[in-house]
């Protein structure tokens, strides 16, 4: 459960790493994207665990499954030109087993961290999620509502993180709620179509026909942030807080797995069906975000995001052996 991090430092902050981006989270689905974009010498890697394809000195090895941001991470907050949070427990179900004491000492962590490097002046992204208006009505789902009725323990802990960003960060620190869609370049296995892909080859899979999603294809998501992180270099001001990355159109999970696995090599079959209702997190069939439409802001459609899905999967060797033209 949660557990404070002990850490292998692989390197000490240097007065040569000024104007560092530390990315927490940098072997997730979107950090493995992200870290790309970036000289490997831009990057301070915060990360779960070791991985032999991240390629970088600079890193810190945290070595339980949750984050708690540990104060030796405040060591760079004079080095350091913003900050990247991506990570975050995903397991639903497990969360809801967490008792108010934990989800405080889980919440007053990364509000300790947010006081500190915005002391110090130094920006946050912080990504959250749709599951933080699932309680409100879909037609009204726009970045300005607040988020009311949470629908799990998960979204809980994302209001009220998002909450720490909008009344101690400061000016520069912008939140993005996202559900992104897409490949993990090194791990096969890793993220929503990453496990179908595997599953699909062994067994049959299930895709949802009533749950509705506005995805981002995590490669435009992570061109979104790496703008956002030059930007700030430049002085420029992003004027919202709150960003709401999504297709302007909705798709069903089954529609888009179906899409995306039409060219797979699978030797099961997708079976459409109806969401399950009785999972220990309760979870809304209605995902869908209201996208925030301006000039720091793209605009697309979900086929925009399968097209934009199919062409990463071309160019990881893994998928294009698999996937046929």
Known sequence: MLKR??????????????GKILLIGSTG?????????????????????????LNS??????????????????????????????????????LEKLNDEKQNIFVNSFYH??????????PIL??????????VNPLLRSPNTPPVNPLNVYAKLKIRCEEIILNNAGNDSIIIRITPIGFHPFEPSHGFLG???SLIRNQNIEGYSNNEITPISVNQLVKWIYDWAKTLRKKQVYLDKIYHLCSQDSIS????????????KKEKELI???????????????????????????????????ENILIQAYNIKYYRNNFSK
């Open 5 to 18: 991090y002990s850490f292998i430092v692989k390197t000490e902050p240097k007065e040569s790493q000024s």
């Open 29 to 53: 689905l979107v950090g493995s994207n992200l870290i790309s974009l970036f000289n490997s010498e831009e990057i301070i890697h915060v990360s779960r665990h070791h991985k032999n394809w």
């Open 57 to 94: 000195n600079n890193i810190f090895q945290l070595q339980n499954d949750v984050f708690l941001t540990p104060e030796k991470l405040f060591t760079y907050a004079n080095y350091t030109s913003c900050v990247i949070f991506l990570a975050f427990p995903t397991d639903l179900d497990e």
């Open 113 to 122: 961290f947010v006081n500190f490097f915005s002391n110090h002046q130094v």
């Open 126 to 135: 912080f990504a959250s999620t749709d599951a933080v208006l699932w309680g």
């Open 195 to 197: 496990k179908m892909c």
């Open 253 to 264: 999970k089954y529609e888009l797995l179906l899409t995306v696995l039409k060219n797979y």
């Open 272 to 306: 459409k069906t109806q969401m399950k209702t009785n999972t220990l997190a309760k979870r809304a069939i209605n995902q869908c975000l209201i996208p925030t439409i301006n000039d720091n802001t793209p605009f697309f459609k979900t086929k925009e995001v399968i």
